[in-house]
């Protein structure tokens, strides 16, 4: 069956660092683009940053570029997304999404993983 599974949120100060990561299962991981979106408490969906099915392209949020890197091992099945200089504003929960990258129709989710970040 499919299955995205995150890992890696944790508490963390301002300033820190963490790097997520989404274990995909039951598909052709290879042949999506994968997304990172996060959803904090009172705040709408927001996209934090896309990757092509090889890695060659990449998009990010303005509110984390410079800050984030989104990076892929098609042999592992993995994608990540490592996050530097986090500000409390990027507490949420993050969350994993594949798109068949042939018909940007097809689409998983994956259960979410939490970040804080506080002093």
């Known amino acids: 069956q499919v299955q995205l599974v995150e890992s890696g949120g944790d508490w963390v100060q301002p300033g820190g660092s963490l790097r997520l990561s989404c274990a995909a299962s039951?598909?052709?991981?290879?042949?999506?683009?994968m997304r990172w979106y996060r959803q904090a408490p009172g705040k709408e969906r927001e996209l934090v940053a896309s990757?092509?099915?090889?890695?060659?392209?990449?998009h990010y949020a303005d509110s984390v570029k410079g800050r984030f890197t989104i990076s892929r091992d098609n042999n592992k099945d993995t994608v990540y997304l490592q996050m530097n200089s986090l500000r409390p504003e990027d507490t949420a929960g993050y969350y994993c999404?594949?798109?068949?990258?042939?018909?940007?129709?097809?689409?998983?989710w994956g259960q979410g993983t939490q970040v804080t970040v506080s002093s």
């Open positions: 999404n594949a798109v068949f990258a042939l018909s940007q129709r097809s689409s998983y």
């Open positions: 039951g598909f052709a991981f290879s042949t999506y683009n």
């Open positions: 990757i092509s099915t090889y890695g060659g392209t990449t």
